[in-house]
């Protein structure tokens, strides 16, 4: 099989942020799905969300509309972590 051309490769789509309230992880069933898996869920200041400071620590993602989408209030994001 020939390797395709950069343009035939399939693109991943782009992350998309969705804002809620603070209240939303709970009321819509997110903390109690993380917390079933084994997840710690945290807000956290987006301004301070660097790679090299996260520990451990990943962007809390679902699909919305068949796009991966990550959760905001203002300028936090909500974040997870496997305990």
Sequence with gaps: MAPRAMSE???APAMADIEVNL??????GVAA???AAGYA?????????HPSRLRGWLYVVEDHN???TRFRHGELV?????L
Excluded at 23 to 28: D, F, G, N, V
Excluded at 41 to 49: I, K, N, P
Aim: charged residues 30%.
């Design 33 to 35: 799905r993380l917390k």
């Design 9 to 11: 490769q399939a693109a």
């Design 78 to 82: 909500l974040l997870k972590k496997k």
């Design 23 to 28: 209240l939303y992880p709970e009321k819509s």
């Design 41 to 49: 869920m945290q807000w956290a200041d987006l301004s301070q969300v």
């Design 66 to 68: 068949g796009k991966p």
